[in-house]
């Protein structure tokens, strides 16, 4: 029998590796798509949306001499920016963390971002 090959092998590992990312976009929008609530690619600027998807990054990011955490919320359709002004550590706030927030969305350059959104911690 013939073995697979090092590019075989890496490829098809790679396939995997990508499979399983598109099950995870297909998993956090099946899981907000019964509750009401909207996507963050479809969500409007300016006006008070709910949203749900999971913190990839959090970090202290001091702003004008304040304080302040900043986290990334992705949904599988979009990543937006949220941004908690005066604080440096929210527990519960941490990468990996499935939370609802609720404000509304502004753009800051070419990036969307949230500033103090309320937020619930879910499972």
Known sequence: ???PSVRQRLKS???SWADSG?????DLRESFAPSGLVSIEEAPERERVRLTGT????????????PAIE???WDGTGVITLVWLGRRRIVG?????SVTVEGRIGVRETHRIMY???????A
């Open 1 to 3: 029998m013939k073995r």
């Open 13 to 15: 590992a790679l396939g």
């Open 22 to 26: 598109d099950q995870e976009v297909r």
């Open 55 to 66: 913190l990839r990054t959090v970090t202290l990011r001091p702003r004008g001499g304040v």
């Open 71 to 73: 986290a990334d919320l």
């Open 93 to 97: 706030i941490d990468p990996g963390r």
């Open 116 to 122: 103090n959104p309320r937020y619930e911690l879910t």
